[in-house]
């Protein structure tokens, strides 16, 4: 009789889809179904008796063994992501969810975790983020992939390129990935912060200068375009160029040609020149702060990309991708976000756009314990832990209030006799209602 109910209870491990093993309190294994011989590539009969983290090694063995959590806890541990690797080295992405066993007088034997291949979930995933990625860009955002459609058509193009945008919205990016595409791929690109660099110092910056040209010049330097030369110039910032700047940047766009300091003539430019502003040049030109004639030779095509305030459907590919790329810089094993922790990072407004929430990931995986990204790990302005503290309390005062309105349909609502039994005066009592909104009904 024993036997038939070991072999109908291997028949069924084995029917199941999920990988299934079993431990014992000395943390070898005590059964091993198919499905966990087919996702870990290990034999049933080489997997029994040995320890778990020697058949597994699972990126979590060492910092969060849902098994061992289980067993210290009593609580079961349902779904955590991890990877193992397989026979042949492979790392399996897997969802694990852990609970104890114990025998017919309750005490812990071991435990049993079942856990999921996500390798199809994973391959998906990334298929479908790289049919919204365009050269580093992540985006499904409508506005965003009619840019990317436009993009290698631009590219083609020498025409002259402007991008506006808000800080942090992927100016350089969509800059370099026009370069990238263009004919001028092989050669330089150059970016240059035009706002970072003072306004004494920009002008020998792009232009370089000769020997002589003032007091410490003792050789020729080459300026930025030199440097750029048969490639890219990526002028960004360049709202804040003073006006005296802005005529000869005229000139190079107007004569493809520049002087250095101190030179006595002039140097062809090569250089394909695309600009960005974080501030709309077309309001500044109204208002007599930049030149109009330099906004309308840089204006030749104009990209106009949308904060991420106004593209949060990208907040969870962004989030992921993030994730991937400090998981592989840090080599420290973050799987995911919680769904919590997401929904905060979708609620946000982003005023830095794509670097704040950039900064926030890496911040997160800072102070991140586990493999899972949760609320607490994002900073107060964004897990609003005030607020939830505050939630926290109503909830108590909710629960406060059905208890005494428990006590006083049981004492047909006399106040007297419910205060007796609550152990309080009845002013108290009466003070409690009256603050949790407890009325009689009659």
Same mark, same amino acid.
């Given at each position: 009789?024993?036997?038939?109910?070991?072999?109908?209870?291997?028949?069924?491990? !084995?029917?199941?889809? !999920?990988?299934?093993?079993?431990?014992?309190?000395?943390?070898?294994?005590?059964? +091993?179904?198919?499905?966990?011989?087919?996702?870990?590539?290990?034999?049933?009969?080489?997997?029994?008796?040995?320890?778990?983290?020697?058949?597994?090694?699972?990126?979590?063995?060492?910092?969060?063994?849902?098994? /061992?959590?289980?067993?210290?806890?009593?609580?079961?541990?349902? *779904?955590?992501?991890?990877?193992?690797?397989?026979?042949?080295? *492979?790392?399996?992405?897997?969802?694990?969810?852990?609970?104890?066993?114990?025998?017919?007088?309750?005490?812990?034997?071991?435990?049993?975790?079942?856990?999921?291949?996500?390798?199809?979930?994973? #391959?998906?995933?990334?298929?479908?983020? /790289?049919?919204?990625?365009?050269?580093?860009?992540?985006?499904?955002?409508?506005?965003?992939?009619?840019?990317?459609?436009?993009?290698?058509?631009?590219?083609?193009?020498?025409?002259?390129?402007?991008?506006?945008?808000?800080?942090?919205?992927?100016?350089?990016?969509?800059?370099?990935?026009?370069?990238?595409?263009?004919?001028?791929?092989?050669?330089?690109?150059?970016?240059?912060?035009?706002?970072?660099?003072?306004?004494?110092? =920009?002008?020998?910056?792009?232009?370089?200068?000769?020997?002589?040209?003032?007091?410490?010049?003792?050789?020729?330097?080459?300026?930025?375009?030199?440097?750029?030369?048969?490639?890219?110039? +990526?002028?960004? #910032?360049?709202?804040?160029?003073?006006?005296?700047?802005?005529?000869?940047? %005229?000139?190079?766009?107007?004569?493809?040609?520049?002087?250095?300091?101190?030179?006595?003539?002039?140097?062809?430019?090569?250089?394909?020149?695309?600009?960005?502003?974080?501030?709309?040049?077309?309001?500044?030109?109204?208002?007599?702060?930049?030149?109009?004639?330099?906004?309308?030779?840089?204006?030749?095509?104009?990209?106009?990309?949308?904060?991420?305030?106004? &593209?949060?459907?990208?907040?969870?590919?962004?989030?992921?991708?993030?994730?991937?790329? %400090?998981?592989?810089?840090?080599?420290?094993?973050?799987?995911?976000?919680?769904?919590?922790?997401?929904?905060?990072?979708?609620?946000?407004?982003?005023?830095? *756009?794509?670097?704040? =929430?950039?900064?926030?990931?890496?911040?997160?995986?800072?102070?991140? &314990?586990?493999?899972?990204?949760?609320? !607490?790990?994002?900073?107060?302005?964004?897990?609003?832990?005030?607020?939830?503290?505050?939630?926290?309390?109503?909830?108590?005062?909710?629960?406060?209030?059905?208890?005494?309105?428990?006590?006083?349909?049981?004492?047909?609502?006399?106040?007297?006799?419910?205060?007796?039994?609550?152990?309080?005066? /009845?002013?108290?009592?009466?003070?409690?209602?009256?603050?949790?909104?407890?009325? *009689?009904?009659?």
């Amino acid at each position: 009789m024993a036997n038939t109910s070991i072999d109908t209870t291997k028949i069924i491990l !084995d029917s199941i889809a !999920d990988g299934v093993f079993t431990i014992d309190r000395e943390w070898l294994i005590t059964s +091993f179904n198919r499905a966990a011989e087919e996702i870990t590539g290990i034999l049933k009969e080489e997997a029994i008796g040995q320890r778990c983290s020697d058949v597994f090694h699972a990126s979590i063995c060492e910092t969060s063994c849902a098994l /061992k959590e289980t067993l210290e806890s009593g609580k079961p541990v349902i *779904n955590r992501t991890a990877f193992i690797i397989d026979a042949e080295g *492979n790392r399996v992405p897997i969802s694990i969810s852990a609970a104890v066993l114990k025998n017919k007088n309750g005490d812990i034997i071991g435990g049993v975790e079942t856990f999921r291949d996500l390798s199809t979930i994973e #391959e998906l995933r990334l298929e479908l983020e /790289k049919k919204y990625s365009f050269h580093d860009i992540i985006s499904k955002n409508s506005e965003m992939l009619r840019i990317f459609d436009v993009l290698p058509s631009i590219a083609e193009s020498d025409s002259t390129v402007l991008i506006e945008g808000e800080t942090g919205t992927g100016k350089e990016l969509i800059a370099r990935a026009l370069h990238d595409l263009s004919l001028r791929k092989d050669n330089p690109f150059v970016a240059v912060n035009c706002g970072a660099i003072p306004d004494t110092l =920009l002008e020998s910056e792009l232009f370089g200068y000769k020997a002589g040209a003032f007091t410490d010049a003792r050789r020729d330097k080459p300026g930025r375009f030199a440097k750029a030369e048969t490639g890219t110039i +990526f002028l960004d #910032e360049i709202a804040d160029v003073s006006p005296a700047l802005q005529v000869r940047l %005229l000139r190079v766009i107007q004569e493809r040609t520049y002087e250095p300091l101190g030179a006595t003539e002039s140097v062809p430019a090569d250089v394909r020149i695309v600009a960005a502003s974080n501030k709309n040049l077309e309001n500044l030109v109204q208002s007599g702060e930049f030149r109009e004639d330099l906004f309308y030779r840089i204006n030749v095509i104009l990209i106009t990309l949308p904060p991420l305030r106004k &593209r949060k459907e990208d907040i969870p590919m962004l989030t992921n991708h993030f994730i991937r790329r %400090l998981s592989n810089l840090r080599k420290k094993l973050i799987t995911d976000i919680s769904p919590d922790a997401l929904a905060a990072l979708v609620s946000h407004n982003y005023p830095g *756009n794509i670097r704040e =929430l950039e900064n926030i990931i890496e911040r997160a995986f800072v102070l991140c &314990r586990g493999t899972t990204i949760e609320i !607490d790990d994002l900073p107060d302005k964004i897990s609003h832990r005030d607020e939830r503290a505050s939630a926290k309390i109503s909830s108590m005062d909710d629960i406060e209030a059905a208890f005494i309105t428990e006590a006083l349909k049981r004492n047909n609502w006399n106040r007297k006799q419910t205060a007796e039994e609550l152990g309080m005066h /009845k002013t108290t009592l009466w003070r409690k209602m009256k603050k949790l909104g407890i009325s *009689n009904p009659d």
